[in-house]
């Protein structure tokens, strides 16, 4: 568990945004990335009968589609108790391996922070 209190707060933002847009779409997940230049980028997940993508996915779509060209940090905020690989997997695409991962539940309390490219 990571103490929510002592994220810096360009992460903390960014935590703050998916779950905004979890609870604004009223989705099962919000997710927020953070590129090279301080920019961010918030989604929900999308569930349309030929599109399904998780809210994580949905951000990085929209950071690549944006030009960004790295990604500095991710948050996903749900009920899940893990990141899953394959969100992970879109993260190190873009930001490495070591792109940290926040994993948050919908209080906003950070229950784990994940490395992009390994899940732990």
Do not use: C, H, W
């Amino acid at each position: 568990m990571t103490d929510s209190n002592a994220l810096d707060p360009e992460d903390r933002k960014i935590v703050t945004l998916a779950r905004f847009v979890r609870a604004r779409n009223g989705v099962p997940e919000g997710a927020a990335v953070r590129d090279e230049t301080g920019r961010t980028y918030a989604a929900g997940s999308v569930d349309l009968p030929s599109l399904r993508l998780s809210a994580l996915q949905t951000a990085v779509a929209m950071a690549v589609a944006s030009g960004a060209r790295s990604l500095e940090a991710a948050a996903v905020v749900s009920q899940a108790e893990e990141v899953a690989p394959q969100d992970r997997a879109a993260v190190a695409d873009l930001g490495g391996d070591a792109t940290p991962v926040l994993l948050a539940g919908p209080d906003g309390e950070v229950r784990r922070t994940a490395q992009a490219g390994t899940g732990r």
